[in-house]
């Protein structure tokens, strides 16, 4: 399986981005899927992850409420809204897959999200 980024880009703060995430290979039914973070000089963050089955969602705490995250199990496709863009949400964006609820085994590539003004 891989998984394909795509949708990050240059926003002013307050703005909206809208993140998405395929992916392609074999058959694919994960546990759960989930968008993380990485800004220079930063460890990794999570930002958010869904039940592949159920579609139950968590959140990090720096980004409740301002982000959303969806599935599109037709598609393959998890997608990341994120609204009240802040200069602090800017980083590498990445997805990742936890396959047989084990952790998460699977990544892609990254997507760069730059918040500025």
């Known amino acids: 399986v891989q998984l394909q980024a795509s949708g990050g880009g240059v926003v002013e703060p307050g703005g909206s981005l809208r993140l998405s995430c395929v992916a392609s290979?074999?058959?694919?039914?994960?546990?759960?899927m989930g968008w993380f973070r990485q800004a220079p000089g930063k460890e990794r963050e999570f930002v958010a992850h869904?039940?592949?089955?159920?579609?139950?969602?968590y959140y990090g705490d720096s980004v409740q409420g301002r982000f959303f995250i969806s599935k599109d199990s037709t598609k393959n496709a998890v997608f990341l809204q994120m609204s009240s863009l802040k200069p602090e949400d800017t980083a590498v964006y990445f997805c990742a897959a936890d396959s047989e609820a084990l952790g998460w085994d699977v990544w892609g590539q990254g997507t760069q999200v730059t918040v500025s003004s």
């Open positions: 869904i039940n592949w089955y159920g579609g139950i969602s």
């Open positions: 290979g074999r058959s694919f039914s994960p546990y759960a």
